[in-house]
């Protein structure tokens, strides 16, 4: 074994399995904002408190935490 007294650097090839995955995008709400839940169907933004969002559905208020992957604005 020897040693080159450099650091291991490795090239990583632009289509690469092992690239690490890209963040995802986080989406922002406003309050009125109107929007679709797929458990709870249509609703709307009745407050926003950090990573999560209160909504108003015919079913009564839903709180939903980060990331919204069940609710998309309309």
């Given at each position: 074994?020897?040693?080159?007294?450099?650091?291991?650097?490795?090239?990583?090839?632009?289509?690469?399995?092992?690239?690490?995955?890209?963040?995802?995008?986080?989406?922002?709400?406003?309050?009125?904002?109107?929007?679709s839940h797929m458990r709870h169907g249509l609703g709307v933004v009745v407050?926003?408190?950090?990573?999560?969002?209160?909504?108003?559905?015919?079913?009564?208020?839903?709180?939903?935490?980060?990331?919204?992957?069940?609710?998309?604005?309309?």
């Amino acid at each position: 074994m020897t040693s080159h007294g450099t650091p291991d650097r490795r090239r990583h090839l632009a289509n690469s399995p092992f690239r690490p995955a890209p963040t995802p995008v986080i989406e922002t709400f406003a309050v009125g904002d109107r929007v679709s839940h797929m458990r709870h169907g249509l609703g709307v933004v009745v407050a926003t408190s950090g990573a999560s969002v209160t909504l108003r559905f015919e079913s009564g208020l839903v709180r939903v935490n980060s990331p919204f992957e069940r609710l998309t604005h309309l």
